[in-house]
């Protein structure tokens, strides 16, 4: 099992900053890739950025210039520095995980809001 527990959320300006924090703990060893996903009322989710084992990462073309993913294996931790905020931005963000010999992103977290206002 997988345990994320998301944090960093809040209400910004547009323009501005956030850092999401996903804590993992569990079987991370395990982890092969990691993702952020948000969801907008009334809108499907999507993927915004994804980070693999081996380092490997990619992002939604909305957010490429702007977002960047980033973790830190020493303390089981996954980042995603947002920057240049826009009110399109607004959304609950999760954290998955996907474990070897387990097909999907199985494990997700709780969500944080993420707010930019104009």
């Known amino acids: 099992q997988v345990q994320l527990v998301e944090s960093g959320g809040g209400l910004v300006q547009a323009g501005g900053s956030l850092r999401l924090s996903c804590a993992a703990s569990?079987?991370?060893?395990?982890?092969?890739?990691t993702g952020w996903f948000r969801q907008a009322p009334g809108k499907q989710r999507e993927l915004v950025a994804a980070?693999?084992?081996?380092?490997?990462?990619n992002y939604a073309d909305s957010v490429k210039g702007r977002f960047t993913i980033s973790r830190d294996n020493a303390k089981n931790m996954v980042y995603l520095q947002m920057n240049s905020l826009k009110p399109e931005d607004t959304a609950i963000y999760y954290c998955?995980?996907?474990?070897?010999?387990?097909?999907?992103?199985?494990?997700w977290g709780q969500g944080t809001q993420v707010t930019a206002s104009s």
């Open positions: 980070i693999t084992s081996s380092g490997s990462t």
């Open positions: 569990g079987r991370t060893l395990s982890i092969i890739a």
């Open positions: 998955a995980a996907q474990r070897f010999g387990v097909p999907g992103y199985a494990y």
